[in-house]
């Protein structure tokens, strides 16, 4: 089962930020949290990932709770092409294995 | 740097047959993992290898079996299909330590 609980859909304003929630209060101290997405039958995109700091990269930031319960994705300033399904998942460093979830389905609007 | 190719694209196949999927990692990764995806239970693990061994198993029947080669390119094999078989096929290339990435999938039809 997924490691991880994140609303089944959200919509977001073109150009403004758009912020995605993600549950993961059984996470433990070993486990990173990564975001992927995809685009309507295309392979997943890597977006980003972090242990407990904040991160953020050319696509996203990634904003991770004190207590690693929880963490919010956030795409700065989104557009349409940003409408995808968009995955959170704990997971160790140990191996490559992803636990995806049912993911939180953006719908950008203009 | 080119990125993960998987191949074929797609592919129609008989209940009853095999069929062979083939996957080549980003150049330097040494992990390939295989998931399947379907509109009624997602994005599922199937197998990853590492350095030609398989490291992580998924949920699946033995009828789904994998390899991987000393170029760490990947093949994957479904024998006796079945129409719950009809899917999208992806696999992900990484380091096998930090982020993986994805190709764009085989979509497999079973008729």
């Known amino acids: 089962d997924a490691k991880t609980t994140q609303p089944p859909s959200m919509d977001c304003a073109e150009g403004r930020a758009a912020n995605l929630p993600c549950n993961h209060s059984?996470?433990?101290?070993?486990?990173?949290v990564y975001w992927y997405r995809q685009i309507h039958s295309q392979g997943p995109q890597y977006i980003i990932h972090?242990?407990?700091n904040n991160e953020t990269n050319e696509m996203a930031s990634l904003i991770i709770t004190e207590d690693r319960k929880s963490s919010t994705l956030i795409l700065p300033h989104a557009t349409l092409r940003d409408t995808a399904v968009y995955y959170c998942?704990?997971?160790?460093?140990?191996?490559?294995?992803?636990?995806f979830g049912g993911g939180t389905r953006l719908m950008v609007k203009p | 740097k080119a990125g993960v190719t998987q191949t074929p694209r797609y592919l129609i196949k008989t209940r009853g047959q095999q069929v062979t999927l083939s996957c080549s990692p980003i150049s330097g990764h040494r992990s390939v993992s295989w998931y399947q995806q379907t509109p009624g239970q997602g994005l599922q693990f199937l197998f990853e290898y590492f350095s030609e061994t398989q490291r992580n198993k998924g949920n699946f029947p033995g009828r789904f079996s994998g390899r991987q080669f000393s170029n760490s390119r990947s093949e994957m094999n479904v024998s006796t299909l079945e129409l719950g078989d009809s899917a999208l096929y992806l696999c992900?290339?990484?380091?096998?330590?930090?982020?993986?990435?994805f190709g764009q999938g085989t979509r497999l039809t079973v008729v």
């Open positions: 992900a290339s990484g380091t096998g330590y930090t982020e993986a990435f």
């Open positions: 998942i704990v997971r160790d460093n140990a191996g490559n294995m992803l636990t």
């Open positions: 972090g242990l407990k």
């Open positions: 059984t996470i433990s101290g070993n486990e990173y």
